[in-house]
């Protein structure tokens, strides 16, 4: 289980950081950051497919889909708990204004597009309790977070598998 876990925290710094300079450097619009992090997510599956390939390669080339379903699920809950911490310090600590300035940002995206003042009152309604983090959330974030993250490695197990050839016992 060490590659997992080393792939976790791997994969888990490496999204914190990029997602450090999504939130600092490139929220000019939601459409914008709604990409950014589209991508960023799909890099972070590509971690996880990487790391049930090196664990394949590890077993000689063979692997199960329950040794790779288990590679891939520990990695996962590694790098959604140091995501989850990081994310916590960053709105509570490096930018306690990040839902002002996301709200700001919406706010000006719907003006640009003509939206009506009812549907942009609803929308604006929405942030008015961002930023605030219970234990609740917390556990609900991370759960939901692995869920999501637990299809795409079930895909990836299912991809990535492949059974060692099984022996026949002769016996005369």
């Known amino acids: ?59 000689g080339g063979y692997i199960t889909f329950r040794e790779a379903l288990r590679a891939i699920l520990v990695t996962i809950v590694i790098t959604e708990i140091i995501y989850l911490i990081f994310n916590t310090l960053y709105v509570k600590v490096l930018d306690p204004g990040f839902f002002d300035r996301v709200k700001t940002a919406w706010l000006a995206y719907f003006q640009s597009k003509k939206v009506p003042q009812q549907v942009i009152d609803q929308n604006m309604a929405r942030f008015n309790d961002a930023g605030k983090i219970t234990t609740g959330s917390l556990i609900q974030s991370l759960g939901f977070s692995i869920i999501i993250d637990a299809v795409f490695g079930v895909v990836i197990a299912a991809l990535i598998k492949k059974n060692p050839p099984e022996t026949l016992n002769q016996t005369t």
Do not use: D, H
């Open 1 to 59: 289980m060490a590659l997992p876990v080393r792939m976790g925290i791997i994969i888990g710094l490496g999204y914190c950081i990029l997602i450090y300079c999504q939130n600092q450097f490139l929220y000019q619009s939601p459409i914008e950051f709604g990409f950014a992090k589209t991508i960023g997510f799909l890099l972070v599956v590509g971690g996880y497919a990487f790391t049930a390939y090196l664990s394949k390669q590890r077993l």
